[in-house]
């Protein structure tokens, strides 16, 4: 996870006192620039994970007073981590801020509804809350309709005048003639992009795109029994799409937390007691950790170290249906290191009293019958 030491203004190219459309319109000037589909400097997609960073610190006003008095260690302490880092591709990192639709038509306008891009986001829970299931809220960056030009890219009380590239017609025709005959290229039209029309004005709030970047707080049910790894898709929540189109989904990516005191297996948990040599001896009530409440369990005499009971469903519940996992717990005997005078007397004495019937046990005999019958 890459963390750049560049300074974020420097960046972005931007002064410290820059205003917020500053900052936006500095990321969105960049971001056309270092687009995969534009840009063939090989060094683009560090770049634009660089400029991405910078971005989500000074975009928002709590990162960027942080960032401001405490630079780069500031927001580490804080526990900053850039929301792209563990994005894929650049093209993920494009889509998550502007869905797949970017720079597809700048200041245009386009004619046909499209959907808007998936936007990706990520959220850590403990083992307890997977149990148990949590609502979370996740913060996403999503684009959403422009309110000053209602979506129209148009800066208000403006129109849209013909591109005087294809005079209207959104392709641009080129004839050739070789021995073969003549032949007509016909191409979209690279001024307007298809449309034949462009914007006479673009809307000074979102440069003609229609939508802007607006950080949200997504409420996420995350269902008891989730296993980490697992995304979570919330229908409707992710880009707005264009001229109508149907918003994209936001896909939230659930991480478990690993919790001490359990090993996961599926949908069984691993854990351990530590018991005494003398109540493994003698037999006690255990206390077990378990999720949803510790559980007491009798342990019976001459419980032998390394020795798993299985606790039928005290597991983790399965992701869907009502069945729970296993609990497997167990058996840690310590042997005394420490003994008092009286201790060790008290041991010595025991020792003299002892004899191969005090360890005998009826697994035993079984396990030696065994033995010998598969040996004769
Ligand atoms: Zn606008
Ligand atoms: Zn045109």
């Known amino acids: 996870m890459a963390t750049t030491e560049r300074d ?22 960049l971001a056309r620039e270092l687009h995969p589909d534009v840009s063939e400097a090989p060094d683009a997609e560090q770049r ?10 000074l975009s928002d006003p709590d990162r960027r007073a942080t960032y401001d008095r405490f630079g780069h260690a500031g927001l580490r302490r804080g526990g900053f981590q850039p929301t792209f880092a563990d994005f894929g591709t650049l093209a993920d990192v494009f889509a998550a801020f502007f869905g797949d639709e970017f720079l597809r038509g700048g200041a ?28 979370v809220t996740v913060p996403v960056d999503v684009a959403v309709a422009c309110e000053r030009c209602g979506a129209s890219g148009s800066e208000p009380g403006t129109g849209r005048r013909t591109c005087s590239t294809c005079a209207g017609t959104g392709m641009l025709r ?11 290229h016909q191409s979209t039209c690279p001024e307007c992009g298809g449309p034949g029309q ?29 296993h980490d790894g697992q995304r979570i898709r919330i229908r409707g929540e992710g880009h707005s799409g264009f001229q109508g189109g149907d918003r994209g989904d936001a896909f939230v990516l659930v991480r478990v937390r690993s919790d001490p005191r359990f090993v996961r297996d599926g949908d069984d ?8 040599m003398t109540d493994a001896a003698l037999g006690t009530t255990a206390r077990v950790p378990a999720l949803g409440g510790d559980l007491d369990l009798k342990v019976s005499p001459g419980t032998q170290p390394g020795v798993v009971r299985v606790v039928r469903g005290q597991g983790m519940p399965a992701l ?12 840690d005997v310590a042997v005394p290191t420490h003994v008092t005078d009286e201790q060790r007397r008290l041991l010595e004495e025991f020792r003299q009293h002892d004899g191969p019937e005090t360890y005998a046990s009826d697994d035993d005999e079984g396990f030696f019958r065994r033995l010998r019958s598969a040996l004769r």
């Open 8 to 29: 974020y203004y420097e960046l972005l190219g931007l002064s410290r006192s820059a205003t917020d459309t500053e900052i936006k319109r500095a990321f969105r000037a």
């Open 48 to 57: 634009f994970r660089a400029v991405a960073e910078a971005y989500e610190v």
């Open 108 to 135: 245009t306008t386009r004619q046909r509804s499209t959907r808007g891009g998936d936007v990706q986001a990520l959220v850590e829970i403990d083992l307890e809350d997977a149990f148990s299931g949590v609502s």
């Open 174 to 184: 080129r004839v050739s003639r070789n021995v073969f005959g003549e032949f007509v």
């Open 198 to 226: 462009m914007l006479e004005a673009p809307c000074t709030e979102c440069g003609g795109e229609g939508r802007v970047v607006q950080r949200r707080q997504l409420e996420v049910e995350v269902p008891a029994g989730i």
């Open 269 to 276: 948990l691993h854990t351990a007691v530590h018991l005494t």
């Open 320 to 331: 869907h249906g009502s069945r729970r996992g296993d609990l497997y717990v167990r058996m």
